[in-house]
């Protein structure tokens, strides 16, 4: 195998964060800290900080470096209208589908933040793009929507380093939302992000303190074969 031609490497080892272990620490620490976030304070978030969480997203993996990830910025007031009567509907129905005690706690879960969060996105992967010459994603096309989410992780930890708080959003009837939004056909909903300043910053998942459901702390499910 031929060497690659060195373009961008690193000149000597101080100038990466690699191998460091306070890095590591603080890494560990920006994982356990991150939350899903549903409850926002109302003051906005300013336009620079918005614009590095989503630049953030480029620098995450993609399938064949395709970079499918396209956003919608919510902001038109009927707009936003629309997707939080997308969702409050969408929720009733999801209610539905549960009984008894499991239907108390759910009815009073807070699952989204759209009537408060500042900043609201709905996001997209782009099926049909050509970049990346279907590398990898012609055996598997669903690899394009996973590097849509692999970017939207990359975001939400951008955020929380920065004291921002997301919240993903995925209960909406996906085929109204997208004909409300007028999206193309190749761009396949992933789900809407609600950012902003947290109410608070908590280490327990939320649905955890609804007593809903417990994170899994004994960790992975590894099988060998
Ligand atoms: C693909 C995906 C979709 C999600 N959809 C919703 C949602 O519609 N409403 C909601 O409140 N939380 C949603 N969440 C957040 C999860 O409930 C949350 O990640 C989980 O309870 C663990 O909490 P934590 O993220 O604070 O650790 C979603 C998370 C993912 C990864």
């Not at 993903?168 to 109204?176: A, L, M, N, P």
Request: hydrophobic letters at 40%; a negative charge; charged letters at 25%.
């Amino acid at each position: 195998m031929t060497a690659l031609p060195a373009t961008n490497t690193v000149a000597n080892k101080e100038e990466t964060a690699v191998p460091n272990p306070a890095f590591v620490e603080q890494l560990e620490e920006l994982f356990r800290q991150r939350r899903d976030v549903r409850r926002f304070q109302s003051e906005p978030v300013e336009e620079n900080l918005v614009a590095k969480i989503l630049a953030s997203s480029c620098t995450a993996p993609s399938v064949g470096l395709s970079q499918p990830t396209r956003f919608l910025r919510l902001q038109n007031e009927a707009v936003r209208r629309d997707v939080l009567a997308n969702f409050e509907t969408a929720n009733a129905e999801a209610l539905q589908g549960y009984e008894g005690d499991r239907a108390k706690l759910y009815a009073n879960l807070k699952l989204a933040g759209l009537r408060e969060a500042p900043v609201q996105i709905a996001v997209f992967c782009d099926t049909g793009t050509k970049k990346g010459a279907g590398l990898g994603s012609r055996t598997m096309p669903e690899a394009l929507v996973y590097s849509t989410v692999c970017s939207v992780m990359t975001m939400w930890l951008n955020a929380t380093a920065r004291g921002l708080g997301l919240g993903w959003i995925s209960i909406f009837d996906v085929e109204r939302l997208t004909a409300d939004l007028k999206t193309a056909d190749e761009w396949t909903f992933v789900g809407c992000l609600c950012i902003g300043w947290p109410e608070e910053y908590h280490l327990d998942p939320e649905l955890e303190r609804a007593g809903w459901e417990t994170r899994d702390r004994k960790g992975p499910i590894v099988e060998v074969r």
